[in-house]
Nanobody, 121 residues
Framework: QVRLVESGGGWVQPGGSLRLSCAAS????????GGWYRQAPGKQRELVAS???????TYADSVKGRFTISRDNARKTVDLQMSSLKPEDTAVYYC???????????????WGQGTQVTVSS
């Protein structure tokens, strides 16, 4: 019933920008903490950015100053703006959100399906 859909991935040249969007659908009262993760071939999945209920954000050192995470409670979306992209940013990017469903309003976490980001010349 509750699902997350990521969009905005694709190919971009080094130095370019992409904006990823994670949209929650279903019977959801609100969204709480959220994060964007990525997994490159042969690598472990890593957390790249988080946003909390009070809109505080954290970032992996590798993306600080280049990526910005944001949340829109009304639209139930969490976005990741990526700038100054590097080849090492190439990965499948996954959204993870804590959502509060109707009618029980017991929070749980769920994952999106992933979206491919490729940075190359």
């Amino acid at each position: 019933q509750v699902r997350l859909v990521e969009s905005g991935g694709g190919w971009v040249q080094p130095g370019g920008s992409l904006r990823l969007s994670c949209a929650a659908s279903g019977r959801i009262a609100t969204i709480n903490d959220g994060g964007w993760y990525r997994q490159a071939p042969g690598k472990q999945r890593e957390l790249v950015a988080s946003i909390y209920r009070n809109y505080q954000t954290t970032y992996a050192d590798s993306v600080k100053g280049r990526f910005t995470i944001s949340r829109d409670n009304a639209r139930k979306t969490v976005d990741l703006q990526m700038s100054s992209l590097k080849p090492e940013d190439t990965a499948v990017y996954y959204c993870n959100l804590e959502v509060v469903p109707e009618p029980l309003r017991l929070p749980f976490r769920t994952w999106g399906q992933g979206t491919q980001v490729t940075v190359s010349s």
